[in-house]
């Protein structure tokens, strides 16, 4: 009997500037819509690439709602219920490293733990082919890059800012797949974030702790 093809699920976080968002977008869609003096919502989108049942997770610009936070993790935390997340996609737009691009990967840590990085990839994102084709150059000339890139094992993928490229998503389902081979079928799983979860609130209550004894 053949074995079954996991449901591949992943997360998308970083800045909505490195992405087109629009039908076209094989993995977005549409960009949620935000009322007034509200946030992003967490998207979960199911699709397809190459016959393979995939599960997106758009956390795009979450580490930015500094206001909702807490409402943030409370939501975080119900769609971590019995989930396992293959890999983490840090999406960069190639070429443009801001400062909100390291602080939302610094927001990943906090909200999930040190043990999240063997599981994330940076996706750099282009305009034009010929961006993506001198990507080892920018590499080169960004120390902060390379030390992103070393903070996420050295793992990293390019596809066009639209994400309509057939061959590209194809290309990126499969690293996801080594990744979760190079983890030996380990996925990030609810009781790891429970994990983190408790040593955040240890880590509260300290403080508060301290404040009252200083």
């Excluded at 960009?31 to 199911?46: A, N, S």
């Excluded at 409402?71 to 999406?91: D, P, Q, T």
């Excluded at 080169?140 to 639209?162: A, D, M, P």
Aim: charged share 30%; net charge neutral; with cysteine.
């Amino acid at each position: 009997m053949a074995q079954e093809i996991p449901k591949l699920t992943f997360v998308l976080f970083g800045n909505s500037t490195s992405i087109q968002f629009g039908y076209a977008n094989s993995l977005l869609l549409e960009k949620p819509l935000e009322e007034e003096g509200e946030f992003c919502r967490i998207v979960r989108v199911h699709t397809k690439i190459s016959d393979r049942d995939v599960s997106v997770i758009n956390m795009i610009d979450l580490h930015d709602n500094k206001c909702y936070q807490d409402f943030v993790n409370h939501l975080i935390g119900k769609l971590m219920y019995k989930s396992k997340i293959f890999a983490f996609i840090f999406v960069v737009r190639l070429g443009q490293l801001t400062d909100a691009d390291k602080m939302s990967l610094d927001w990943l840590q906090s909200v999930f733990g040190d043990g999240v990085f063997q599981f994330v990839s940076i996706l750099f994102t282009y305009e034009r082919k010929e961006e993506s084709d001198s990507i080892i150059d920018h590499l080169k000339k960004n120390t902060v890059l390379e030390q992103l890139l070393k903070k996420c094992g050295e793992r990293y993928h390019t596809c066009s800012k639209t994400m309509n490229n057939g061959s590209e998503m194809r290309e990126l389902i499969k690293k996801i797949d080594c990744l979760f081979n190079e983890n030996q079928g380990k996925c990030y799983t609810e009781e790891m974030y429970n994990t983190q979860l408790r040593e955040r609130e240890d880590q509260k209550k300290l403080s508060k702790q301290g404040v009252q004894f200083s």
